[in-house]
């Protein structure tokens, strides 16, 4: 009989947060009211977060990029973090970080979004205490010693800026078939092509650019990483791109005929993808985990609003037709936070490659999560949340993207579909 069963204990399964990471998270807050808070009250720096915050953050005089005094203040918010110890804690010892784990930055993530908007947790670039930093692990892994010296802690203390230079007019998803090309000449290498949505070069003092230096169109092989200083002779910055969540940071660029050492090189020659492909698993989950906590955030907002407000003489709550959708997102996100939770966990102890296609359910899914319950935030309150005076547009706009950017969902939804059918990845695995 079930009753009877002796259970091991070393199949036991706690779902409960670490002790030291409800800590954590606790730290975490108490640092934010302490430093942050008042700092985005002080001097109208709410401006850059009420319904003023589209305007006073974008220069639309000067093509759409962040106003200085905007990004003056996000690096005042940096200086604290990284003062306080907060800033690299998801980064190795060896820069100065904490060693934070998958889990842990998976649960931070989701605990930051769940605040709400504020400068603890930008949404418009994704600007945080609590850093993420694609470009040091990059750099960790694939660097040489001169550009570890030259970059790594510059990086972290934002006295160099470096862009990223993938994807390209006539190629998104699919970089294999990118047109940008690198030829060798003397003891140098000469660039010719453009990049479409070229991230961060407002500010940029280099850009990673990815070229074909060998192999055919569609081969994987044969694409080398550059680091190009942005005024190199022939780097050209042509315009800003407007998005749908401003101000914007995503630049077109052509190169003319660009010249650099062979020591610009980043990572080996022919091998730029793996540069590309460093810590996307780690990105997109940490995504997937924002987006759940910025999804709980609009549930709790609207739950909130529906039980207060009161319509033909009952409180708003009553309705089913405002239960119900919500009853399904909250039932989502319970999901949705438990997955990404697992995953990130075994993150920390198998191969990537080998769940793969979760990390990619985790990301298609919390990101469509919180489009819909942002919308859905915007229905239950009526005409106020369609006014900026509610968070909701912004958090739509900002999530939006993720259902394009760091592999559109039909990419993320073909890697599962692949592994479900054997066509790539593990073909057995006990779940």
């Given amino acids: ?235 050209s910055v042509d315009f800003h791109w407007w998005t749908f969540n401003m101000p914007t940071d995503h630049a077109e660029v052509t190169l003319r005929d660009v010249r650099v050492p062979d020591s610009a090189i980043f990572g080996a020659e022919g091998e730029g993808l793996a540069v590309a492909q460093t810590f996307v698993h780690e990105n997109r989950i940490r995504q997937a985990a924002s987006g759940v906590g910025a999804g709980q955030y609009c549930v709790d907002r609207s739950v909130e609003y529906a039980r207060e407000r009161t319509t033909f003489g009952q409180p708003l709550a009553t309705r089913q037709a405002i239960q119900w959708p919500l009853v399904e997102l909250q039932t989502e996100a319970e999901m949705l936070r438990g997955l990404v939770r697992k995953t990130a966990w075994e993150l920390d102890r198998v191969p990537h490659l080998e769940i793969s296609d979760r990390v990619s359910m985790c990301n298609y899914r919390a990101n469509r999560f919180v489009c819909e319950a942002a919308d859905r935030a915007m229905q239950v309150h009526g005409g106020l949340g369609y006014t900026r005076h509610t968070p909701f547009e912004h958090i739509y706009r900002h999530h939006r993207r993720y259902r394009i950017t760091e592999g559109a969902e039909e990419i993320q939804m073909r890697k599962v579909a692949a592994y479900l059918f054997g066509f790539a990845g593990p073909r057995k695995r006990d779940r």
């Fill in 1 to 235: 009989m079930l009753a009877e069963r002796t259970f091991r204990e070393d199949v036991r399964v706690d779902f409960t947060l670490p002790g030291r990471l409800t800590g954590l998270l606790a730290d975490l807050d108490a640092f934010i009211e302490r430093e942050i808070v008042p700092l985005q009250r002080q001097d109208d720096n709410e401006r850059f977060f009420d319904h003023r915050r589209e305007y006073a953050r974008t220069d639309f005089e000067n093509g759409g990029v962040p106003r200085p005094e905007w990004e003056e203040l996000l690096a005042e918010m940096f200086r604290r973090a990284d003062a306080a110890g907060w800033l690299r804690y998801g980064l190795p010892k060896e820069v100065g970080g904490s060693d934070g784990t998958n889990l842990d930055m998976a649960v931070i993530r989701e605990h930051l979004a769940h605040r709400g908007l504020g400068l603890h947790n930008d949404l418009q670039n994704e600007s945080s205490v609590v850093g993420n930093f694609p470009f040091v692990h990059m750099m960790l892994e694939y660097g040489t010693p001169e550009q570890r010296e030259e970059f790594l802690e510059p990086m972290l203390t934002r006295e160099r800026r470096v862009g990223f230079g993938l994807t390209e007019p006539e190629h998104g998803s699919d970089a294999t078939w990118m047109e940008t090309t690198a030829v060798r000449r003397g003891g140098d290498w000469i660039i010719n092509g453009a990049k479409r949505f070229n991230s961060g070069m407002h500010t940029a003092t280099h850009d990673v650019v990815f070229a074909r230096t060998s192999g055919e169109p569609g081969d994987a092989r044969g694409i080398t990483a550059f680091i190009v200083p942005v005024d190199t002779p022939g780097f």
